[in-house]
Nanobody
Framework: VQLQASGGGLVQAGGSLRLSCAAS????????IGWFRQAPGKAREGVSV????????YYMDSVKGRFTTTSDNAKNSVYLQMNSLKPDDTAVYYC???????????????????????WGKGTQVTVSS
């Protein structure tokens, strides 16, 4: 399994960015893709999760209403549309894949980055004030 995140950059507060995660190596849609971020000196946190099985999404509270995660199963890609960006959104953003799903509610996994099976390299997002 390989994951490749792209689309980061520098944007002013209030602006938008769209991150992409290209996934390969999966043999079915029985997995989830998560977006995580890590700011300097802070722990990695789960931004959003999308089930590739049924499209269900979960978000951290601080991005609800601003960020949207979508998937294109035909392209094995997941996107994170980020609007109304704030300086606090500045971080390295990673996409990760979860194949060993035990809990029904993927929110359980969003909160626990250590449970994720595969990680891509991050992409830097910087929001200037």
């Amino acid at each position: 399994v390989q994951l490749q995140a792209s689309g980061g950059g520098l944007v002013q507060a209030g602006g938008s960015l769209r991150l992409s995660c290209a996934a390969s190596g999966f043999t079915s849609n029985d997995y989830a893709i998560g977006w995580f971020r890590q700011a300097p000196g802070k722990a990695r946190e789960g931004v959003s999760v999308i089930s590739m099985t049924d499209g269900t999404t979960y978000y951290m509270d601080s991005v609800k209403g601003r960020f949207t995660t979508t998937s294109d199963n035909a392209k094995n890609s997941v996107y994170l549309q980020m609007n109304s960006l704030k300086p606090d959104d500045t971080a390295v953003y990673y996409c990760a894949a979860l194949t060993s799903i035990r809990a029904v509610d993927l929110e359980h996994y969003r909160r626990r980055p250590s449970l994720w099976d595969y990680w891509g390299k991050g992409t830097q997002v910087t929001v200037s004030s």
